[in-house]
Nanobody, 121 residues
Framework: QVQLVESGGGLVQAGGSLRLSCAAS????????MGWYRQAPGKQRELVAR???????NYADSVKGRGTISRDNAKNTVYLQMNSLKPEDTAVYYC???????????????WGQGTQVTVSS
């Protein structure tokens, strides 16, 4: 099993910044990719940003230029720095990991429990 522990959510004013962290632990051979998704009330979960083990990144159009995803491979940790936050960024943010757990367990997806980000206007 793999556990994802998120931190860094909270209440922030529009125009402010925050940094989300997500640390993965457990039966991990390697992490293929990690990322952040978000789900606002009444909406589907959507990708915010994703980074592969080699450092390739992709971002939702809505956060390009405002968000930066980074990764510490040694710590199996991913970070999301969000700047110039807007009320429409308000959502529960979920960490996701695409994990190689070896020959017996194979490749599996894991999700964190989510952290609330609220941006006040």
């Amino acid at each position: 099993q793999v556990q994802l522990v998120e931190s860094g959510g909270g209440l922030v004013q529009a125009g402010g910044s925050l940094r989300l962290s997500c640390a993965a632990s457990g039966r991990i051979i390697s992490i293929i990719a990690m990322g952040w998704y978000r789900q606002a009330p009444g909406k589907q979960r959507e990708l915010v940003a994703r980074i592969t083990g080699s450092g390739s990144t992709n971002y939702a159009d809505s956060v390009k230029g405002r968000g930066t995803i980074s990764r510490d491979n040694a710590k199996n940790t991913v970070y999301l720095q969000m700047n110039s936050l807007k009320p429409e960024d308000t959502a529960v943010y979920y960490c996701h990991a695409d994990v190689n757990q070896g020959i017996m367990r194979g490749r599996n997806d894991y999700w964190g429990q989510g952290t609330q980000v609220t941006v006040s206007s």
